[in-house]
C-alpha cells in the first residue's frame, strides 16, 4: 500500500534561485510519514505519552531534479521492510516524475533512548 501526500512549495522553502533548497525535501518526507501514522490510526501524542517515540536511524537520499517555488508535490510513502522494532520506507517527491528518493529506516525508542517494539499497526502489515 502507498500512501500520497500533497504539498505546495512556498518561499520559505526555497533559496534564492527560487530552488527547493536540499534540507527541506526532508521536511516535506517527514510530514508525510506524520500524516501516513496518523491515516494507519496511531496516536504519537499518545505514544509519547507512554514513553515511546519514532526516530529515525538512517536515511539514504537521492536529488533528481529541482523543485521550484508554488510546485505543487506529491510524497509517496510505501513501506519495504519491517521487524518488531524496525521499519523501512521507500519515500519519493512527485511532481510530473520523481525529484527526490529517500529510503528511511525508523526505529520505535522506549524510555532512556532503548529500541521497543514497533506498534501493532505496523509490525502486522
Request: aromatic content about 10%.
Amino acid at each position: 500500500m502507498t500512501h500520497r501526500f500533497a504539498c505546495r512549495v512556498y518561499y520559505e522553502d526555497t533559496d534564492l534561485g527560487g530552488i527547493v533548497y536540499y534540507a527541506n525535501y526532508l521536511k516535506f518526507i517527514e510530514r508525510a510519514r506524520s500524516e501516513w501514522v496518523r491515516d494507519l490510526g496511531i496516536d504519537q501524542l499518545a505514544m509519547k505519552a507512554a514513553g515511546t517515540v519514532f526516530a529515525v536511524r538512517r536515511i539514504e537520499a537521492d536529488y533528481l531534479s529541482p523543485a521550484r517555488f508554488d510546485d505543487l508535490l506529491t510524497v509517496e510513502t510505501a513501506v519495504v521492510e519491517r521487524s518488531p522494532a524496525r521499519i523501512v520506507l521507500d519515500q519519493t517527491v512527485l511532481r510530473d516524475g520523481p525529484l527526490f528518493r529517500a529510503r528511511v529506516t525508523l526505529v520505535c525508542m522506549g524510555t532512556g533512548g532503548r529500541p521497543t517494539r514497533l506498534p501493532p499497526v505496523l509490525r502486522d502489515m
